[in-house]
């Protein structure tokens, strides 16, 4: 079994800066693939970013490509999503998963583990 926690959320100013963390117990989250998942108000969940496993490769929704980042730290067993450019339609509530499948994927039914979301709302 993996926990996943989220933190990092809160009420942001446009323009501002944001990182996201999710942080494992239970196993070493360094085997697990691990993506980031968002719902919006009134919208369906959508994939965001993810991480592979041994390889790191990265994977990352059109509309956040070249502005948010994902990355991991295997020594304190947490990935994190951040960005320098914040805005408002980034509005949501952020949920971290992981795929014991390794390899860095959008679609959510490849991962196992999620954690119970942290919420972000962006000010303009």
């Known amino acids: 079994q993996v926990q996943l926690v989220e933190s990092g959320g809160g009420l942001v100013q446009a323009g501002g800066s944001l990182r996201l963390s999710c942080a494992a117990s239970?196993?070493?989250?360094?085997?697990?693939?691990v993506g980031w998942f968002r719902r919006a108000p009134g919208k369906e969940r959508e994939f965001v970013a993810s991480?592979?496993?041994?390889?790191?490769?990265?994977y990352y929704a059109n509309s956040v490509k070249g502005r948010l980042t994902i990355s991991r730290d295997n020594a304190k067993n947490t990935v994190y999503l951040q960005t320098n450019i914040v805005k408002p339609e980034d509005t949501a509530v952020y949920y971290c998963a992981a795929s014991p499948l390794g390899v860095a994927t959008m679609d959510p039914g490849r991962y196992t583990y999620w954690g119970q979301g942290t919420q972000v709302t962006v000010s303009s």
């Open positions: 991480i592979g496993a041994s390889d790191v490769s990265t």
């Open positions: 239970g196993r070493t989250l360094s085997r697990y693939a």
